[in-house]
């Protein structure tokens, strides 16, 4: 079970926090009740919204409810049922809020593993609480400053998307796009589940000013899926609305039952 979040009435900004804006949530995913309530309690007199959960499924129940409102996760590695990892897999196949991952072991790999997976930050137990909080408001601060501006990489299960060096992959592979395929990736990419029109994406990818008959974009979209598939996805990834558009289905994560490497309890 997980508990009960402060509501936003109940807590007042702290006007030390600089920039970090009024009411930050943060979400704490922890199986340590000591440690769980004593960062909850420092994070809530710094003025952030404070969120949490004992174990991953929860953790994941909270992060998928609250998606909306949520700034920043904090999220153990070793937690019972499934693990920090697969938390983390499963929440950047949907979102791209900040994580930072805490984990009692700082073997290199386990640091790898999570950066690669997407966390945005990684500190190893024992750590000082000041450092903790500071890493904290420096990543509510950067969600802050982004939030009107495009991610630097977007994940979507095992679909990768670089936008700051224009490339896309699927498991680490490298896909070799042409620049109106690419485009429409992103912008479908960028919004899963949302329905495009044909003239929707042709403004976005081709532009306003362009004259281009509208039946470009389903041929673009079928070269576009033929090389998702190739790469091993699913062609429903770039589902068909009939009579309305296109829209982006997020790929199940690749071995998202299986063991990640360094997940579970220590022995």
């Known amino acids: 079970m997980h508990e009960m979040p402060l509501s936003r009435q109940e807590l007042a900004p702290n006007p030390f926090a600089k920039g970090v804006p009024?009411?930050?949530?943060?979400?704490?995913?922890?199986?340590?009740?000591?440690?769980?309530?004593?960062?909850?309690?420092?994070?809530?007199?710094?003025g952030f919204r404070v969120l949490t959960a004992?174990?991953?499924?929860?953790?994941?129940?909270?992060?998928?409810?609250?998606?909306?409102?949520?700034?920043?996760?904090?999220?153990?590695?070793?937690?019972?049922?499934?693990?920090?990892?697969?938390?983390?897999?499963a929440l950047r196949a949907e979102t791209d809020i900040p994580i930072l991952m805490l984990s009692a072991r700082g073997e290199q790999q386990d640091r790898i593993d999570g950066l690669e997976l997407g966390a945005d930050d990684y500190v190893v137990k024992p750590f000082v609480l000041r450092e903790l909080l500071a890493r904290v408001r420096a990543g509510v601060r950067r969600r802050?400053?982004?939030?009107?501006?495009?991610?630097?990489?977007?994940?979507?299960?095992?679909?990768?998307?670089?936008?700051?060096?224009?490339?896309?992959?699927?498991?680490?592979?490298?896909?070799?796009?042409?620049?109106?395929?690419?485009?429409?990736?992103?912008?479908?990419?960028?919004?899963p589940g949302k329905v495009f029109s044909r003239q929707d994406l042709l403004d976005a990818v081709w532009g306003e000013d362009v004259i281009v008959d509208e039946r470009t974009v389903d041929v673009h979209?079928?070269?576009?899926?033929?090389?998702?598939?190739?790469?091993?996805?699913m062609p429903t990834v770039i589902q068909t609305v009939y009579g309305a558009g296109y829209r982006f289905a997020v790929p199940d994560p690749r071995g998202a039952n299986e063991d990640v490497i360094g997940a579970g309890r220590a022995p």
């Open 221 to 233: 979209i079928s070269w576009l899926r033929g090389k998702l598939a190739e790469a091993g996805l």
């Open 144 to 191: 802050a400053i982004a939030g009107a501006q495009p991610p630097a990489v977007l994940f979507r299960g095992p679909l990768r998307i670089e936008i700051d060096r224009h490339r896309v992959l699927v498991d680490d592979e490298e896909l070799s796009l042409r620049p109106k395929e690419y485009g429409l990736l992103t912008t479908l990419a960028f919004q």
């Open 22 to 46: 009024e009411v930050a949530t943060v979400l704490i995913v922890e199986d340590d009740p000591v440690l769980r309530g004593t960062l909850a309690y420092n994070l809530t007199r710094e």
């Open 54 to 89: 004992a174990d991953g499924e929860a953790g994941l129940e909270q992060a998928r409810r609250e998606r909306g409102d949520l700034d920043l996760v904090v999220l153990d590695v070793m937690l019972p049922g499934i693990s920090g990892f697969q938390v983390l897999r």
